[in-house]
């Protein structure tokens, strides 16, 4: 009995993640068809990418610049007592490029935006603004679906990006200003660029867009799973992080394992 249900688990699970996977393809065929790109669907990608993306630059920064004094200082310091600072640049881009640049954004946006795309979905469908867009001939999935998983990754994407610049500016400049052994910026910023391969560049773009596809491909299924009742908002806004969370670690994990082994 127990491998029975044992086994059920895991094709229950096997089939959320491909319908997860299969509404991220979707979304992205869809994008590539100019028919699908009415104004109001561009307009609300513009918002997607406005609140997910642009509003939360202030927040993300705040984050990477305590990183940058965690991180980048800290190697400088030690590495500098060490008399291994040829060693900077690897290590930053080991920690920062590869790992926690992508991981930290994609929690900020999972936490804050994750949960607003599923309350709102959710609402939508509570209150039957889904259903109205169905009778009206207008398909959901574009009008409200496409535009918020594209807008999620292109939103992580910047950020990343956004929050690795932040770390390493904030981590020199306080070194620089304590009195480390940092030399010129020119020195590090070739440091750091001279230890960066293509495989990081690779890993550093699926670590940032596809989790954010998965991410705006499970708050949106969440949002749109609920019922009647209000209720359940609440509850699948809950899956929804838990969800998200839980596939950006094995997505990460994968993209390394792909990306260096």
């Not at 299969?22 to 669907?41: D, M």
């Not at 773009?205 to 359940?232: D, M, N, R």
Request: hydrophobic content about 55%; glycine content about 8%; some cysteine.
């Amino acid at each position: 009995m127990w491998l029975r249900t044992f086994g059920e688990s895991i094709v229950g699970r096997f089939n959320r993640w491909a319908h997860v996977v299969s509404i991220a393809v979707a979304a992205i065929a869809a994008a590539l068809r100019p028919r699908y790109w009415p104004q109001p669907v561009r307009d609300v990608l513009a918002r997607q990418i406005l609140f997910t993306g642009f509003e939360a630059i202030r927040f993300v920064s705040m984050i990477a610049i305590l990183v940058g004094l965690a991180v980048v200082l800290q190697a400088q310091l030690a590495l500098s007592k060490l008399g291994q600072s040829g060693l900077l640049g690897p290590i930053l881009v080991m920690v920062l490029i590869r790992e926690a640049g992508p991981l930290l954004t994609n929690f900020v946006v999972i936490g804050r935006s994750g949960t607003a795309m599923t309350t709102e979905l959710a609402n939508m469908k509570v209150n039957g603004e889904v259903q109205l867009l169905d009778a009206q001939g207008l398909d959901p999935f574009i009008y409200l679906v496409m535009p918020r998983v594209l807008g999620a990754a292109i939103s992580i994407f910047c950020l990343t990006i956004i929050f690795i610049a932040v770390s390493f500016a904030s981590g020199f400049l306080a070194g620089l200003l304590l009195g480390a052994n940092t030399g010129y910026p020119n020195l590090f910023i070739r440091s750091v660029f001279s230890a960066i391969t293509p495989a990081d560049v690779v890993n550093l773009i699926l670590k940032s867009v596809v989790p954010g596809l998965l991410t705006g491909a499970i708050c949106c299924s969440e949002g749109l799973s609920v019922g009647q009742a209000f209720t359940e908002v609440p509850q699948a806004a809950t899956r929804a992080v838990v969800r998200s969370t839980a596939t950006l670690f094995l997505t990460s994990a994968v993209v390394s394992l792909a990306t260096y082994l």
